[in-house]
């Protein structure tokens, strides 16, 4: 023998001309709860509208994670230095053949790390300088290291970089490092720094060689080279880190740098290009 529904109960007692405060007495529901469902009813009809009914009821099961593809993605955010959830995504779908969602990934990577504050929120950003194809704009720009200075590039197109190792930030010192960066990423269009002292004069002619213009930011705007403040914080947080070097670090600190900036436009995805590799990008301008 079938057992009656709660709904169909209802629907009888209403076709039956009960009123719809006897109703909601009799099936212990709120009057205007009886009014939705007799609306409802006279649209679907009652067995379409107790089907729904019972469909609702059930819970949709979050479908669980290996232990594999758990270990995966931590291993990922801990040996790409707190890499995202998108790189994360890319990876395990490239080099593993696993297809996983972002707010999968995502739900591990809260379970087990620190991510940033929820109400900490993204500020707006200014405009930013615009480029056609590589080397239209070069960003460049200085990292203190204690007795050490990173002179860094960035193409804003294809996203590839340079970095030279300094001792000083005078403008001499400055000409030898942005030639060293002019001759591993080509000449350019337009060569951007800020009003440092490391870009003038002497700094100033070599760029001139090698560039077609260089544009200086306007003073307290950092927003106008926000590519290369972007890799500067990406320099220190996935190869120099925040410490302090000596001079006699400078021969050794190279060479990691020069293992990263190959890696960086080589093999590192980036988000800005859609995940794709700089290298990609500057070479699908060739043609």
Not at 123 to 133: D, I, M, N, S, T
Not at 235 to 249: F, I, S, T
Request: glycine share 6%; charged share 30%.
């Amino acid at each position: 023998m079938r057992t009656v529904t709660i709904w169909e109960l209802a629907h009888q007692l209403l076709s039956a001309g009960v009123n719809v405060d006897e109703v909601a007495g009799r099936v212990n529901r709120d009057r205007a709860i009886i009014y939705r469902w007799k609306k409802a009813i006279k649209y679907r009809g009652i067995k379409r509208f107790v089907a729904d009914q019972k469909q609702a009821k059930r819970k949709r099961h979050r479908r669980c994670l290996t232990g594999k593809v758990v270990r995966l993605i931590k291993a990922s955010r801990i040996n790409h230095h707190n890499w995202c959830g998108e790189k994360i995504v890319w990876e395990l779908k490239t080099k593993h053949n696993i297809k996983v969602s972002r707010a999968s990934v995502y739900r591990v990577l809260n379970r087990y790390f620190k991510l940033r504050s929820k109400w900490k929120k993204n500020k707006a950003r200014g405009p930013l300088p615009q480029a056609q194809k590589p080397r239209d704009v070069v960003q460049a720009d200085t990292v203190d290291y204690g007795e050490l200075f990173a002179y860094t590039a960035v193409d804003i197109c294809s996203r590839e970089i340079s970095v030279i190792l300094g001792e000083n930030l005078t403008d001499e010192e400055g000409g030898k490092c942005v030639e060293q960066i002019f001759r591993s990423l080509g000449p350019c269009l337009t060569f951007q720094t800020d009003n440092g002292g490391e870009f003038a004069t002497e700094c100033d002619q070599v760029i001139k060689k090698y560039a077609h213009k260089h544009h200086r930011n306007h003073a307290r705007r950092k927003n106008e080279n926000a590519y290369i403040e972007s890799f500067n914080r990406t320099l220190r947080k996935e190869c120099l880190g925040w410490g302090k070097y000596k001079l006699a670090d400078k021969v050794r600190l190279q060479k990691v740098v020069d293992e990263y900036v190959r890696y960086y436009n080589t093999e590192r995805p980036h988000l800005g290009l859609g995940l794709r590799i700089p290298a990609e990008v500057a070479k699908s301008h060739l043609f």
